[in-house]
């Protein structure tokens, strides 16, 4: 299983509500549905996981797909839920492209894109005590982000090929 298969699963279809939030590092996911979220409601976020794993912001590279598997895991439960329920799941998918595959995915009802300028995203970052020790990274990561948006670029493509030899994953560029 390659990491573009971990980063875009195939997920049975929620039963319950989806709402997704999606932007660079900094941009307020988090924030915001902290403050529009209900009491009841499921918040899917692989920062919150890291953190329920002893992870900071500061984590390791090796622990990424262990992350994403325990996301993917959690997205999938969203077909036992109650369609009363409401999932929010926050995700940086940088990229249209990316973030429509997200939406039909999970058959989701809403998408919000948090987008402030690069120089505000850097502010944050700048005064956000949690981001000391990797704000270089989060600078990075911010250009990364809007380079991809900018593109188009969905990023990781999931593995496989047709009996033709060519990429099956519908968002490969060959196939866009």
Not at 68 to 83: G, H, V
Not at 131 to 148: C, D, G, I, S, T
Request: positive net charge.
């Amino acid at each position: 299983m390659s990491l573009g298969d971990v980063a875009r699963p195939d997920l049975p279809k929620p039963n319950c509500r989806v709402k997704l939030i999606c932007g660079p590092p900094a941009s307020g996911k988090s924030t915001y549905v902290n403050r529009h979220a209900k009491p009841g409601d499921i918040i899917i976020d692989l920062d919150l996981i890291a953190r329920e794993r002893g992870y900071g912001r500061h984590r390791p590279p090796s622990i990424v797909g262990e992350l994403l598997q325990e996301r993917n895991k959690r997205l999938a439960a969203l077909a036992n839920e109650p369609p009363d329920t409401a999932a929010w799941v926050i995700l940086g998918a940088p990229s249209p492209s990316l973030r429509q595959w997200w939406r039909d995915a999970l058959n989701a009802e809403e998408m919000i894109v948090l987008n402030p300028p690069r120089e505000e995203l850097y502010r944050r970052i700048r005064n956000d005590p949690e981001r000391k020790y990797v704000r270089e990274l989060h600078f990075a990561l911010v250009n990364k982000w809007q380079a991809r948006e900018r593109e188009d670029n969905p990023g990781i493509s999931k593995s496989g090929t047709g009996t033709d030899g060519y990429p099956t994953d519908p968002l490969h560029p060959w196939n866009r």
